[in-house]
């Protein structure tokens, strides 16, 4: 039984693969011979499965309860490709499954995964900036969004303040950009406290 998830790394069919890829048959094997936490601890090492329990039943029946991971951002260093799971950890790709999320691009090394999963965990806090930011690029010295709407690239410098800065993006998309149009700007600055610098196209 693999629970409810927005993500779909694991199936029944892939866990059964993965056993009897690991295991051969076990179509036949005594319940007095059965390990538990054996079986348990081997799901665990399967890179789509967060946490799993197993059942045993008298007549021998077994029962997995599967719960995968998730992931919030794929990263596409200049070196590696690769997501963070919920808890900011590193997570390889799967073949048969990949889901929509912000890409994360550029030089982006493990020294970044902690700021990065903060930021990431902080935009998914709102429906609009989860649905508005598409791309995070890690530049040499600086770090720039790219927006679903419009073509701007938004410079935030860094992480810090961050939620003051997107506040003050956010009033700027409400006010400005109602008025003179979405396409006005080719860039946008945040990098600097209470300023918004815009370049027109």
């Known amino acids: 039984i693999i629970k409810e998830s927005t993500d779909n790394f694991v199936n029944q069919q892939i866990v059964l693969n993965y056993l009897r ?3 051969g048959s076990f179509d036949n094997i005594l319940i007095t011979d059965f390990n538990k936490d054996k079986l348990e601890s081997l799901l665990r090492l399967h890179p789509g499965v967060k946490d799993v329990e197993v059942f045993a ?18 990263v596409k260093s200049n070196a590696e490709d690769y997501y963070l799971d919920e808890f900011g950890n590193k997570m390889q790709l ?9 890409v994360a691009t550029g030089n982006v090394s493990t020294k970044n995964h902690a700021d990065l999963y903060a930021f990431i965990k902080e935009i998914n806090k709102s429906d609009f900036w989860r649905a508005q930011i598409t791309q995070i690029h890690f530049g040499k010295h600086d770090i720039v ?20 800065k997107l506040d003050n993006l956010y009033q700027f998309y409400k006010i400005a950009l109602d008025v003179k149009g979405w396409q006005t700007y080719s860039d946008i600055n945040l990098e600097f406290n209470s300023q918004i610098i815009c370049v027109k196209k």
């Not at 008298?58 to 794929?74: H, S, W």
């Not at 073509?151 to 961050?162: E, V």
Request: proline share 4%; glycine share 10%; charged share 30%.
């Open 94 to 102: 799967f073949d048969h499954y990949t889901p929509k999320l912000m």
């Open 145 to 164: 969004l790219i927006p679903r709407v419009g073509n701007q690239k938004i410079n935030i410098g860094g992480f810090g303040d961050i939620v003051e």
């Open 57 to 74: 039943s008298q007549k021998g029946e077994i029962e997995i309860l599967i719960e995968q991971k998730e992931a919030i951002v794929r």
């Open 21 to 23: 890829d690991k295991l």
